[in-house]
């Protein structure tokens, strides 16, 4: 399989990302030390990116017109155990669904992005007995994102990639009345002079039995705010914040 093939560049510590001394430095260390304490955790935030925001930021071509996984993040804690490794041997039989549900839009083919995702979210959420291996893990999120099949909830309710504006209140009113929970829906604010904001991400959250719950935002920040040094590892730092409920809603078709 040729994503099998590419994925064993995962097992080599992956430099390319470093774009600072500093930023090497700190990769560096964190493979190297085992910083172990306590974590408790009570949420995990299963989130959605829309790759045409997501590539319009980063500088990507995207070729997908569905909500894509970012991950599946505990409420507390970041890289809790750095001597676990991820290793793509460990979820292979989930690799197709992986590429397909949970692609690395920077880097294709590659498995950088949940080797990232493993490190810094994944051993935390392996302190509980559901998540305590890789290929729980992996296939939890999986079986989380096709069971909330946000995409099929957004097209029920005609919230579909378009030229026109929404106003939050469609989009959000559409997705909290089909879950009955609060979710938290993440714009690209908008730039000088503009008044239109960009859909970006939308996360989802879950408690320990696996149950939707209401994301509240002083818990989701710490989370969200944990890939912001994959962003800033590439480079482009891109901030995505809770949409101005005042404001439109672009939601863009593929370029
Ligand atoms: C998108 O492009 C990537 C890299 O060119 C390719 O591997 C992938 O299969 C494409 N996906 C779709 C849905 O066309
Ligand atoms: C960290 O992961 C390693 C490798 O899987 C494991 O042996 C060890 O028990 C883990 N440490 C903690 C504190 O969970
Ligand atoms: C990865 O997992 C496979 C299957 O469990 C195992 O045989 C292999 O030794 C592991 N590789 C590393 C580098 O730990």
């Known amino acids: 399989m040729k994503s099998a093939v590419y994925c064993q560049i995962g097992f080599i510590p992956d430099m390319r990302h470093c774009s600072a001394f500093l930023v090497c430095l700190a990769a560096a260390l964190s493979s190297a030390i085992v910083i172990s304490h306590p974590h408790t955790w009570t949420k995990l935030i299963l989130t959605h990116q829309w790759p045409t925001t997501f590539c319009g930021v ?5 070729n997908i017109s569905y909500w894509t996984l970012h991950g599946l993040w505990p409420d507390k804690g970041n890289d809790c155990n750095s001597s676990w490794h991820f290793n793509s041997s460990q979820i292979e039989d989930l690799l197709p669904d992986m590429e397909k549900s949970w692609p690395d839009l920077l880097h294709p083919a590659s498995c950088s992005f949940w080797k990232y995702e493993w490190h810094k979210h994944g051993t935390c959420a392996a ?3 559901s998540l305590n291996s890789q290929h729980k893990y992996f296939s939890k999120a999986l079986e989380l994102y096709h069971k909330v099949d946000l995409n099929s909830v957004l097209r029920k309710f005609d919230i579909t990639p378009s030229e026109k504006y929404f106003t939050f209140s469609q989009i959000e009113g559409a997705i909290e ?3 009955g929970v ?5 714009c690209i604010p908008p730039s000088k002079n503009d008044d239109i904001q960009i859909l970006g991400q939308i996360e989802i959250c879950f408690d320990l039995d696996f149950t939707l719950m209401d994301c509240e935002k002083q818990f989701t920040m710490e989370a969200s705010k944990g890939d912001w040094d994959y962003r800033v590892a590439v480079d482009k730092a891109s ?3 809770v ?10 078709p593929l370029p």
């Open 58 to 62: 980063e500088h990507c071509h995207p």
């Open 127 to 129: 302190t509980a007995d």
């Open 177 to 179: 009345n089909f879950y």
């Open 182 to 186: 609060k979710v938290k829906i993440q």
């Open 239 to 241: 901030e995505f914040s």
């Open 243 to 252: 949409c101005d409920h005042n404001m439109p809603v672009y939601y863009p």
